[in-house]
């Protein structure tokens, strides 16, 4: 699947269109340099499930959990992960 966001003002929408078009699939990376707008994007996403919470990259963290009403939504950051292992470990 291939989503453009050209712009700040088209977020929900290109959001929207992603759930859409995501199917049964429940894993997807979303790669990009640091400050590419992936957390922003993720953000819109959580937020049209009905996230409720707070949505802030999970950097440090290396993963935020979300509770929307039917399904939880765990958002990994391996940007500081330099083995495999480590995800492993992660449980």
Do not use: W
């Not at 922003?40 to 935020?64: H, M, Q, R, W, Y």
């Amino acid at each position: 699947m291939r989503i453009e966001i050209k712009n700040q003002d088209s977020i929900k929408e290109a959001a929207q269109q992603f759930i859409r078009e995501m199917g049964d699939s429940r894993v997807f990376a979303f790669y990009g340099k640091m400050g590419a707008g992936k957390t922003t994007f993720i953000k819109a996403i959580c937020e049209e499930l009905g996230v409720e919470d707070v949505i802030t990259s999970p950097t440090f963290a290396i993963v935020n959990e979300y509770e929307a009403p039917d399904t939880t939504i765990y958002h990994f950051d391996f940007y500081r992960i330099k083995k495999l292992e480590e995800v492993y470990d992660m449980g």
